[in-house]
């Protein structure tokens, strides 16, 4: 019996290891965690020595169904293929630090990156009002002394001496 179920943990395996190995528009994530949900219980039915780290990847993936289909298709070679359950936690910082990236790449050309390293390349701002730099001319120190507080949004020039 103990022969029978430990096959049918390692076909389920490589089942679900062909599963991941589909093109994409073949691959479906649910039919991924239904297989690795079988794979969970069929390791508990044989008492299986990964019993418990199947466990860990199928509520890992199950909590992974938000994410787009190649996204969670990227965890199943890492967490099956590894044979250290205590790695799992590891193996899931890396790959969705690894989507993350792709998200930014593909969003670089057309929306903003959370890179912010180009700032240090920056010139610092420059006031328009005083002409020094570190700040703009809304935050200006010498503007609001010069206007006072209740008149900054005033853009006349501060009264002179020669025009009273």
Do not use: W
């Amino acid at each position: 019996m103990d022969t029978l179920t430990k096959s049918s943990v390692d076909n389920l395996l490589k089942r679900l290891m062909s599963l991941a190995s589909r093109p994409l528009v073949e691959f479906n994530k649910y039919e991924a965690l239904e297989l690795v949900d079988a794979l969970k219980n069929a390791a508990h039915d044989s008492k299986h020595e990964k019993e418990v780290y199947y466990r860990l990847v199928f509520e890992t993936l199950r909590g992974k169904l938000d994410q787009p289909s190649d996204q969670f298709r990227n965890f199943i070679f890492p967490l099956l293929g590894d044979k250290d359950h205590e790695k799992v936690l590891d193996v899931v910082a890396k790959v969705e630090k690894s989507n993350l990236r792709q998200i930014q790449k593909s969003s670089g050309a057309g929306g903003v990156s959370k890179n912010r390293s180009y700032l240090s390349s920056r010139p610092p701002r420059r006031c328009f009002y005083c002409n020094k730099p570190g700040h703009i001319k809304a935050q200006c120190l010498q503007r609001k002394r010069d206007f006072g507080e209740s008149n900054v949004l005033n853009y006349k020039k501060p009264p002179t001496s020669s025009n009273k």
